[in-house]
């Protein structure tokens, strides 16, 4: 069973404090690794996918970087209006590969 | 451009009542998917469409719950009778499906909060 495991829950930092999130992940065949934001009473935003390891994609202070077991979502230099949930999920190849499995979410707080 | 609209945004209703949540994806998408989202389990797919066809429904949790896709620009999700463990956000999500082809992303609508007192 393909599993999306993101850490840590909750990430408070300072404005300017540079950090990463983590995704680890376990299934049969990547299609592909997605992260995705989430404001409050909103609906997911799409911000990134990855399709092989080593591959690595950037938008303004966020930078997202895949391995074979994990992605990880660095942000640089944060700012306040970076605070959100950021959401890793996955897709993977064989029956229903457009099914998207979701990992619980990091919480990120930037205070100023 | 619009992107995907949900409707109604918030939904308040008692237990043994039917719901039916409405969903209009982006022009010229060909999947449909709707997700609940409760703290407890997160994000969750219940069921998906491919050109109008039900493709995947295992996380559809019991017979109370239905989805149709009618045509290519609507789809609901039917709840008869509604519980109060139901209540939770209700996403609608579609994406532009080409077969063989790298994953295809889906956009995310604004969710439905239902209430089922």
């Known amino acids: 069973e393909d599993q999306v495991t993101q850490s840590p829950e909750a990430l408070r930092l300072q404005e300017g404090e540079s950090s990463s999130l983590n995704c680890s992940y376990t299934?049969?065949?990547?299609?592909?690794l997605f992260w995705y934001r989430q404001d409050p009473g909103k609906g997911p935003e799409f911000l990134f996918t990855?399709?092989?390891?080593?591959e690595e994609k950037e938008k303004e202070r966020l930078k997202a970087t895949l391995t074979k077991k994990e992605s990880f979502l660095h942000i640089t230099a944060p700012k306040p209006e970076d605070s959100a949930t950021y959401l890793c999920a996955v897709q993977a190849w064989g029956q229903g590969a457009q099914k998207l499995v979701f990992g619980q979410g990091t919480r990120l707080t930037i205070n100023p | 451009d619009a992107g995907v609209i949900q409707s109604p945004r918030h939904e308040v209703t008692e237990m043994g009542q039917e719901v039916t949540l409405r969903c209009k994806p982006i022009s010229g998408h060909n999947s449909l998917f709707w997700y609940r989202q409760t703290m407890m389990r997160g994000l969750e797919l219940l069921i998906y469409f491919n050109n109008n066809v039900p493709i995947d429904d295992s996380g559809m949790p019991e017979d109370r719950f239905s989805a149709k896709m009618p045509n290519a620009s609507f789809s609901t999700l039917k709840i008869q009778p509604s519980e109060p463990r139901d209540s939770a956000v209700y996403f609608c999500?579609?994406?532009?499906?080409?077969?063989?082809?790298?994953?295809?992303?889906?956009?995310f609508g604004p969710g439905t909060r239902l209430t089922v007192l």
């Open positions: 299934v049969s065949g990547l299609r592909g």
């Open positions: 999500a579609s994406s532009l499906e080409m077969s063989g082809s790298r994953a295809d992303t889906q956009y």
């Open positions: 990855l399709y092989s390891a080593g």
